[in-house]
């Protein structure tokens, strides 16, 4: 899902960043970017809200359940 919308929204997949350089997989995207993805149905959230949802989606081994 997350490679479809960034193709979506043009991105390159070499953009991406994820396990094991980082522990949340995603893309560094600017504010037009941003701004373009929210019109494309992405939902805001802040930062805090991220991390929650990955500690409710991660294993103990680290992985994210598909």
């Known amino acids: 899902e997350l490679h479809r919308f960034a193709t979506e929204l043009g991105l390159k997949r070499?953009?991406?960043q994820g396990p094991p350089k980082t522990?949340?997989?995603?893309?560094?995207?600017t504010g037009f970017e941003r701004d373009r993805a929210v019109r494309?149905?992405?939902i805001e959230c802040s930062r805090e809200e991220i991390v929650a949802?990955?500690?409710r989606v991660r294993v103990p081994n680290g992985k994210i359940r598909p």
Do not use: E, K, Q, V
Not at 23 to 29: E, G, K, L, Q
């Open 14 to 16: 070499s953009s991406y």
């Open 23 to 29: 522990s949340a997989p995603h893309y560094d995207i």
């Open 40 to 42: 494309l149905g992405a």
């Open 53 to 55: 949802i990955f500690r």
